[in-house]
């Protein structure tokens, strides 16, 4: 019969087994080896570049889950530029120009009335399920039966970044509806799985459609 100090070890070792596995991401659902869909935090909804107090805008495109009437309407994100903070961020490029980008960033709010859905307002952002992060950060939200009626896509910030439709994707449900979230991914990563195309029809929908009910 093995002593109990024998037995208490076993247990520890197998207990540092497991705890390594997970650091190393092989126990999450869903996960890819290597990364992680969506690699960013935050989707971008806007950016313009700055020369000689000449503004250009190169992405303008608006956040899922949000309102232009934010004073009669509830909604789950803000497009938000927040200095020295992940939320949003400028820099200065070699030809002096900048580039200030923002992002999509939970709601600031003051009562869960300015929330959307069964989201609450706590410590003065609305809170955020997973699901509709999934769906937020996508490049390309499908549904997930026949993944031909895509209800948002939007394309990658970065030039040098595709929508990888290729890809098996992020399956969640959401309002009782089974979807299918794409994300964008560095494109020569892209083309090694063998990404033909960025969007199924060339056409980018700059949100949500309209046949998409919340």
Known sequence: ?????????AVLVIGLVALGEARRGGGRPGGRPGGRPGRG???????YVTTDETEVTTYDYPC?????????EPSL???????NCRGGH???EEDGSVTTTYYCLPRTCSSDDECLGDSTCRRQQC???????????????????????IVRNVPCLRDNHVCDTSSSGRVFTLYEETYVAFYCQHQESAEE????????DGAFVDQVDPAFEP
């Open 64 to 72: 899922a889950f949000s309102t232009e009437n934010p004073e009669t």
């Open 77 to 83: 994100f803000n497009c938000t530029l927040r200095e």
């Open 90 to 92: 400028s820099s200065e």
């Open 1 to 9: 019969m093995f002593s109990r100090s024998v037995l208490l070890c």
């Open 193 to 200: 799985e063998s990404v033909e195309d960025e969007t199924s």
């Open 127 to 149: 809170t955020v399920d997973r699901d509709y992060n999934h769906f937020a950060r996508a490049c390309q939200v499908a549904l997930n039966a026949t993944r031909d009626v």
């Open 41 to 47: 935090r935050h989707a971008a909804c806007l950016q």
